[in-house]
């Protein structure tokens, strides 16, 4: 659950005003079970975990921090080496989870790629493998535009990859963790999971850690059966988000 009544600020720091145009208040709760008689019934089967935490360097653990700003007042200040810090963080990730999830084929070319560029000193980019060949749906911490903006370029990934996320933030705004289950259930009520799907979570958080969740579907999702925040309005979405509004001081 994500109460932002607890953490909001007050004061008139800029780089701790941010946290309160962006969060919002959300929750989810999501029953687990290793029991194989509970199968028939669950919706998910979890494949893979890997936790990165950046704790150990200081830039990482300083770049989303509660502290007193000049006026005694408590704030979440975020660095300005936040993005910084998420793409090592998730670089590191994504170096764990890629061998467990990726095929064959797209090891063996960021291998070879690798190979030519640390042994044979040649000047070429670094292969980026294909996740999609490893996962239909990508559901991202809905942090920011910048963040999603930034992962949709690293990752190549397509508008329709990136819907679930950007259309949570619209509408919901930075609710954390639970961020990815309301994307999740975007997905789910667009009818977009079929038996076998493989979902990526991504979650960012301070400390600086980077999260993914691995889970294939047991199951089609029929959206009439589905009770989610998102029922009541899906036909509405995607809706086009402006980069800039313009706000009528009149």
């Not at 994504?94 to 070879?112: C, D, H, K, R």
């Not at 397509?158 to 619209?170: A, D, G, I, N």
């Not at 975007?186 to 977009?192: S, V, W």
């Amino acid at each position: 659950m994500e109460n932002i009544t607890l953490n909001w600020y007050f004061g008139n720091n800029r780089s701790m005003l941010v946290s309160n145009c962006i969060f919002r208040m959300g929750g989810a709760a999501i029953l687990l079970s290793n029991k194989s008689s509970d199968r028939r019934r669950s919706k998910y089967q979890l494949i893979h975990t890997v936790r990165t935490n950046k704790g150990a360097d200081d830039k990482s653990y300083g770049c989303v921090f509660q502290e007193e700003d000049d006026s005694k007042k408590i704030g979440v200040a975020l660095s300005k080496d936040l993005m910084a810090v998420a793409g090592e963080a998730l670089k590191t990730n994504i170096t764990t989870l890629g061998p467990i999830v990726l095929p064959m084929s797209e090891q063996l070319l960021f291998f070879a790629t690798l190979v030519a560029r640390k042994v044979l000193k040649m000047k070429i980019k670094p292969y980026i493998p294909d996740f999609k060949l490893a996962f239909e749906h990508f559901c991202i911490h809905a942090g920011g535009r910048a963040v999603l903006d930034e992962l949709e370029k690293n990752l190549e990934l397509s508008e329709w990859h990136m819907e679930p996320s950007r259309m949570t933030l619209y509408r919901f705004g930075n609710t954390s963790s639970s961020s990815l289950w309301y994307e999740l259930a975007y997905t789910e009520a667009k009818g977009r999971i079929k038996k076998g799907d493989r979902t990526w979570q991504i979650a960012f958080g301070s400390g600086f850690k980077c999260n993914s969740a691995v889970w294939c579907a047991l199951r089609t999702i029929d959206p009439a059966k589905e009770k989610n925040p998102w029922m009541d309005e899906i036909d509405e979405f995607p809706v086009e988000v402006p980069r800039v509004v313009t706000i009528n001081d009149s």
